[in-house]
């Protein structure tokens, strides 16, 4: 006879996390704190603004400097922060490195394109401050290894963006799967879909005068400006961006490996292309990475960036499948079936709590902030460590390099490199421009 999960079995392998709620809920910030953290906010022309505005109302923060090299910018999220709270105004300045100089500043938030989020993590971390990085938290793996070992260097806390891992929700069904609520765990499927429109085909162009663009440029080798990459379509170029599997599946791929309870992959096979438009963008709008682990366990990502066409209802999500039933989860809640493809559980997030909108905050990004302004002053549980966050975005790097060599990558199961392919190694890290190099 068939064993199957059932309401009773879940509600016991539940309990131990539901139990957990009222300790989780101190990380969201609800205990005073004990002293004043100060921050830095760099890179905020977008998903930068929205963390200034989260950070600024957390209990026990202020935002003291608000970093971009658009001038524009700056005063927008100025004005954001000023709108959200009251009692201060945050200084503006151009050049990040202002901002590490002063002992003043506790924690740097990095919200700037993909290229500068590992370099400006380790120079903070030298400089003695705690980091929240936005996913991902590196541009290729040597960074990734880089900025895990800073973290360990300089003993400060690094919180990667990966807000889900905030949600009550997701923390709870993690443990229900990771105690055996569909039996053995052994697959999960990740996906994002969106309708994305062409960049079109950009063509040189004096750089504006609002936007220092060598500092925008920073660690990567100078080319020259065009008028098709600045502000969000440096995401499509891999002289300064990862693609979507890194801006979006990120998310996904750390819940199905978090459910899974593994690390390093065996081997990573990926296909797909650039399909719906003929324009600039260099990365793929179409993409299915397979990532094999040892012990049996499979995670596949499904990236449609041109093609909005839902997975089980839903626009991005995962799903988890087991022995004795399937769970399907996303930022709104989760629900659970059996074998015989029965619901038997689902829990749903608070109308509103769920968003993580890049121009939205709230909710999860609030918790994620609050829980890591927790550990700074009281230590505790972490809810994205960067040698976590960099797992996760390890395996979104491994996807990149396999579609863009064209074969199947053997990995080195204790630390993810590539064992197989001279030519895969090689972008493993990159050449930075003179004077920008990274070292820890």
């Known amino acids: 006879m068939r064993t199957s999960v059932n309401r009773r079995h879940f509600l016991k392998h539940a309990s131990a996390a539901t139990a957990g709620f009222a300790v989780l809920g101190a990380a969201r910030g609800m205990a005073a704190p004990s002293n004043k953290i100060v921050a830095a906010v760099m890179g905020v022309n977008s998903r ?13 923060c202020d935002v003291a400097y608000i970093c971009d090299v658009d001038q524009r910018a700056i005063g927008r999220a100025i004005k954001g922060v000023t709108d959200t709270v009251t009692t201060s105004s945050p200084q503006g300045v151009v050049d990040v490195r202002e901002v590490l100089d002063n002992p003043d500043i506790d924690v740097l938030v990095i919200a700037a394109p993909d290229h500068w989020h590992a370099p400006a993590a380790i120079m903070a971390l030298q400089a003695g401050k705690h980091v929240y990085v936005e996913k991902p938290c590196s541009y290729n793996p040597h960074e990734g290894e880089m ?16 807000q ?18 569909i039996g053995r765990a052994y697959y999960g499927r990740a996906w994002y879909a969106n309708t994305r429109g062409s960049i079109g085909t950009g063509k040189p162009a004096p750089a504006p005068d609002w936007l220092n663009y060598d500092l925008w440029q920073g660690p990567a080798p100078r080319v020259p400006y065009r008028d098709n990459v600045i502000h969000y379509n440096w995401h499509w170029f891999w002289h300064w961006g990862t693609g979507e599997i890194c801006n979006n599946g990120a998310h996904e791929i750390d819940i199905c490996r978090w459910a899974l309870g593994v690390d390093y992959p065996v081997r990573v096979t990926s296909a797909g292309g650039r399909y719906h438009f003929k324009d600039d963008w260099e990365f793929y709008d179409t ?10 366990k499979t995670i596949t990502w499904d990236g449609r960036s041109c093609n909005g066409y839902p997975v089980e209802g839903r626009g991005r999500g995962a799903s988890v499948h087991g022995e004795y039933g399937t769970v399907i989860l996303d930022r709104g809640g989760y629900v659970v079936y059996d074998q015989d493809n029965r619901e038997v559980w689902r829990r749903t997030r608070t109308a509103g709590e769920a968003t993580l909108d890049i121009r939205g905050g709230g909710g999860l990004t609030d918790y994620h902030i609050a829980n890591m302004l927790s550990v700074i002053r009281n230590g505790g549980t972490q809810f994205s460590p960067i040698d976590e966050g960099h797992k996760s975005t390890l395996l979104c790097h491994l996807g990149n390099i396999a579609q863009h060599t064209g074969h199947s990558l053997r990995c080195d199961p204790s630390n993810g490199h590539i064992v197989n392919s001279e030519e895969a190694m090689r972008m493993w890290s990159r050449e930075y421009a003179p004077g920008w190099e990274v070292k820890v």
Do not use: H, P, T, W
């Not at 603004?49 to 600024?56: C, D, I, M, W």
């Not at 993409?287 to 049996?296: H, I, K, N, R």
């Open 48 to 60: 930068g603004g929205v963390l200034a505005q989260s950070f600024a109302k957390a209990e026990g």
């Open 147 to 162: 900025l895990v070992e800073a973290q360990k260097r300089y003993n400060r806390v690094v919180q990667m963006g990966n």
């Open 164 to 181: 889900q891992r905030a949600a009550l929700e997701s923390q709870q069904i993690i443990d229900a799967i990771r105690e055996g609520i």
């Open 287 to 296: 993409q299915v990475v397979s990532f094999d682990f040892e012990g049996g």
